[in-house]
């Protein structure tokens, strides 16, 4: 089946610590995939997508095909990082989102 | 980016009844999505909305329980029908946009309570 996981329900990380929120996918081919963020009473929002290779808030996130794995990372995490995480790969055009990861960064 | 627009934010419903919810962008989309939020759960897609054809519904969700309009290429409406308590969540609007259509972009939900 295809799905996507998020292991971690809850991580706190200390301010200036190094962050990784991980995610697995069992796609078959090659599906883009995404990261969103939701702070708190804020909408969801795209954070990076694998695609562009690019690196928001000094969030990157690197697709590994060989583990099924997109996981995010951040070197140094600020108290502004605190909000909800989800993992989405875009599968025949539709988003699937992942259970979400909460990030808590503690001061 | 998208501005989207969803209209009520927030209701309070009885049992039995039936909300629909509308969702309005600025510009001219293709694809709508129509998603629920339960109460600590992540997002559900419901279904996608095509201007011109029928609703495709997700396995779970069915067009008698959450009817779907989309009459042209900036608005759709998501009706929740005989609401029970637990249709209590927050359903959201999506659009995707970008060149190659790879970015998704949501409404700022609305937030349903049914007692």
């Known amino acids: 089946a295809q799905r996507v996981t998020q292991p971690e329900k809850l991580l706190s990380v200390f301010k200036g610590a190094p962050v990784e929120l991980k995610c697995n996918y069992s796609?078959?081919?090659?599906?883009?995939l995404f990261w969103y963020v939701q702070y708190s009473r804020q909408r969801l929002q795209l954070l990076l997508r694998h695609i562009s290779r690019e690196s928001i808030k000094g969030f990157t996130a690197d697709l590994n095909k060989g583990e099924t794995s997109f996981h995010l990372k951040k070197p140094f995490a600020q108290e502004e990082d605190s909000a909800m995480y989800y993992c989405a790969p875009n599968r025949d055009d539709k988003i699937i989102f992942g259970k979400g990861t909460r990030l808590h960064i503690l001061p | 980016s998208a501005v989207i627009s969803q209209k009520p934010s927030r209701d309070i419903c009885q049992r039995g009844t039936s909300l629909t919810i509308q969702c309005q962008v600025d510009s001219q989309v293709t694809m709508m999505f129509w998603y629920r939020q339960q109460p600590g759960q992540s997002l559900t897609l419901i279904a996608t909305?095509?201007?011109?054809?029928?609703?495709?519904?997700e396995s779970g969700f069915v067009i008698d329980k959450f009817p779907i309009s989309r009459p042209n290429l900036t608005f759709s409406t998501l009706t929740v029908s005989n609401m029970s308590p637990e249709d209590s969540s927050i359903y959201l609007c999506?659009?995707?946009?970008?060149?190659?259509?790879?970015?998704?972009?949501f409404g700022p939900g609305t937030r349903l309570l049914v007692l």
């Open positions: 796609y078959s081919g090659s599906p883009e």
């Open positions: 999506s659009v995707v946009r970008g060149p190659l259509q790879e970015t998704q972009y």
């Open positions: 909305a095509n201007q011109g054809s029928e609703a495709t519904y």
